[in-house]
């Protein structure tokens, strides 16, 4: 009689965590890991072109001290802030957008100096840098997407019942999204 309560009790656990659509969870909640990594790895990637750039930038325009020293500062604070996707809440985001949104503003500025410089504009190394800049930046956007339609996925499906009462239960939390910077809806203003 013992056996056959168990086997009851196994094919009803197998059933529950089969419906509740605890695996599926599980997957979902994986996926957003991962595509964090992804995030992460073309932050990386941006972060290990600046150096290069920076000295490449440093041979022409020397005199330009202030803006490269800002855009190494602005790279080591971006490089420090890390983030474990299991514990991303919207302020450790936030925190880490905005580290890095202070790495664009500093490469922009960057950006600007270069145009003073008509030798440097026209050395290919440089160029070479700026090409790969501009590619790591797509992808950072294209990373950032995918992250958020990842964690939608598993947002929406953690929010459906029955997943809900059972992600309550298991402790699956809901995922932070990216979010665009504020005041990025208004173009910005080019003078000549």
Known sequence: MKKILLGILAVVAIFLFSGCGYNKMVQLDEAVTAQWSQVENVYQR????????????????????????????????????????????????????????????????????????????????????????????NRIAVERMKFNESAQAYNTLIRKFPQLVFANVFGFEKRTYFEATQGAEKAPEVQF
Do not use: C, W
Request: glycine share 4%; charged share 20%.
């Open 46 to 137: 941006r972060a290990d072109l600046i150096p290069n750039l920076v000295n490449t930038v440093k041979g022409y325009a020397e005199h330009e001290q202030e803006t490269l020293t800002g855009v190494i500062e602005a790279r080591s604070k971006a490089s420090s802030v890390n983030i474990n996707p299991e514990s991303m809440t919207p302020e450790v985001l936030q925190q880490f957008q905005q580290a890095q949104d202070g790495l664009s503003s500093a490469l922009s500025r960057l950006m600007v100096v270069v145009e003073r410089y008509p030798d440097l504009k026209a050395n290919q190394n440089f160029l070479d840098l700026q090409a790969q800049l501009e590619g790591t930046e």
